[in-house]
């Protein structure tokens, strides 16, 4: 196929698992009782939140937000944060974070497709690389370029610059496939075409930039873009290869 994609590189929290709203908030909420602060992040507040990328980042936010003198938050969202990332690790031990439906079936058939495959996210590598090893098995994934290997995080178009960068192909040869507005502009920032899998949390997310928006990987409805790039309402290898050979033409 002229102009066929070589790479189709995945966002991590809300695309290949679900990670959010029953893991991370949990996480943070534990770590909050645990310094004893009268903190408690509930699921639509949570989702308001997460239009702040990197877990730390988004507690200085947060803590600032409640009035903590400057001086403090730093240090006490650093530590927070390093509790949560135990406590969130311990959640993905126990199985507690699932991989969403349909992303096993499209990482074998990107795979068998010849596709080289990577992640881009803004998560910490501490927790990514057992969770994706529990999960798909590291052995799947070229590079993983986390969110602590790039200065600016997601909505900047950093992380996919790098990952483009270590696997040796042009943006226009990678496909990025994200599941947010912020994940959106980031790929765009790289010169990425994207395929967003919108959830919960980001269904009602501006991504008219995307190439294709559905609503999940496998019994998928169509949001925006051409029908005829699912499978029987699945997004599969050869979705991924028309949505690349499209932005390269
Ligand atoms: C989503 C994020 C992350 C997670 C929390 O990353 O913004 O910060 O919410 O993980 P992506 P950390 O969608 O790019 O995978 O606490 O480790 O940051
Ligand atoms: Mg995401």
New binding site residues.
Partial sequence: MPGRPSAVVF?????LVDS?RHG?RVAFNDAFAAFGLPHHWDEVRYGEL?TV????A?LRTFLSSCGYPEAEVERLAAEL?QY??ER?RQLCDEAQIPARPGVRELLDDVASANFTVAVA????RS?VEPLLDRLFGLERFSCIVA?SEVTER?PAGEVYTVTCDRLGVAPYQAVAVE??AV?LQSAQEAGLPCLVVVNDYTRDDDVSGAALVVDAFRQATVLQGPLTLLDEGAVTADTIAAIGAHAAA
């Avoid at 966002?11 to 695309?15: C, E, L, M, S």
């Avoid at 996210?121 to 910490?124: A, H, I, M, V």
Wanted: aromatic content about 8%.
């Fill in positions: 966002d991590v929290d809300g695309t959010e991370h997460l990328t990197g877990g730390q988004r944060h949560k990332t969130f996210t803004t998560g910490s927790w969110g997601k599941d947010s994940g």
